[in-house]
């Protein structure tokens, strides 16, 4: 079985600071990918930012990055200068060649002016 | 490109009623996928489509849910005789098979049954 485990059911940041949402997986396949998605209060789920497993290459979009562990299994997301904009619930979720998303519990990101 | 439809956004309906969603994908995306998400939970894979045929079915979609997507384009959820239990937000999300990423979610429909 396929699963993503998100430890962290809240976190807050000042805003301007940085903070790191961590992400679990565990899957058999060699080939899947990686996402982190961004749920505002709007509902509508928008994508963040993508790893493909094949690339050691940790990805990076403007203020988001990732540190992508495979050996270990993690997968967490590092958000810089952190912005009143960036509060939400985030989830982790793996897609293999099954076609569908599994997702983790999510974390509810807070960010402090 | 208007991204992915969902209606209604709210229904709220009594125990043991039918209720029917339905969602418009982006309409060069062959794919598409229901998704139902529970308050403070990740969304859960329900079922998905490829053009008209669907090709997998979540076992947490009971015989009351059925879902369709005649001729490739939108697609409907039914639920009948709605439990409690069945509260929650179904999301509908499109892509194209070529790619193995590029979901577009809808912004759900928002179910409560009373």
């Known amino acids: 079985a396929q699963t993503v485990t998100q430890s962290q059911p809240e976190m807050s940041v000042q805003e301007a600071e940085t903070v790191t949402l961590s992400c679990t997986y565990d899957t058999s396949e060699s080939d899947y990918y990686l996402f982190w998605y961004k749920q505002p209060p709007s509902r509508q789920m928008i994508l963040v930012i993508r790893q493909e497993a094949y690339k050691q290459q940790n990805a990076t979009e403007n203020r988001f990055s990732v540190n992508f562990q495979k050996a270990a299994k993690s997968f967490s997301l590092k958000i810089s200068d952190s912005q009143l904009g960036d509060a939400a619930m985030y989830f982790c979720?793996?897609?293999?060649?099954?076609?569908?998303?599994?997702f983790g519990q999510g974390t509810e990101l807070s960010v402090k002016p | 490109d208007t991204g992915v439809s969902q209606d209604p956004r709210h229904k709220i309906t009594k125990r043991g009623q039918n209720v029917t969603f339905r969602c418009d994908p982006i309409?060069?995306?062959?794919?598409l996928y229901w998704y139902r998400q529970t308050l403070g939970q990740g969304p859960e894979f329900l079922t998905y489509?490829?053009?008209?045929?669907?090709?997998?079915k979540s076992r947490l979609l009971s015989d009351r849910f059925s879902a369709e997507r005649p001729k490739g384009s939108f697609s409907t959820l039914e639920i009948q005789r709605t439990e409690q239990g069945d509260s929650a937000m179904y999301l509908c999300a499109s892509r194209r098979s070529s790619t193995n990423y590029g979901y577009t979610f809808g912004s759900g429909t928002r179910l409560t049954v009373v």
């Open positions: 489509f490829q053009n008209e045929a669907q090709l997998e």
């Open positions: 309409s060069e995306h062959n794919r």
């Open positions: 979720a793996l897609y293999n060649q099954g076609g569908k998303l599994i």
